[in-house]
């Protein structure tokens, strides 16, 4: 069965957006990538179809798309290789579809984790 994800990302101070496609065909998952970002772009270009399973399991830098973006992207805080992995994730059915979020706190902002 055939899934889909789209996910945009908001790199933030950047001002640059990327909008993650995932689509699963036996197994493997396509991205298609569009954004505003020319590094993101060039990484995008060398991805090939990813086998969802190996790249959820593997270690950080030994996944496809970190590889890629050690290679091409020049910040190391861009979220967008983490979107593309939870891409991967959803499309390939290892994941739910929930929204992530980094959010800086204010000095008066407190958060409760248990």
Known sequence: ???ECRIVVDAGVCKMRTLITAKEDMGMVHLD????CPNVLRMSWGLKPICAYTEVEANVFSTDVYKLADECIPHAACPVPA?????VEVAGGLGL?????IHFLGPDEDVHID
Not at 83 to 87: E, N, S, T, V
Request: hydrophobic letters at 30%.
């Open 1 to 3: 069965m055939s899934d």
């Open 33 to 36: 990538v569009r954004s505003d």
């Open 83 to 87: 979107g593309m992995i939870k891409a």
């Open 97 to 101: 579809k929930r929204d992530c979020c």
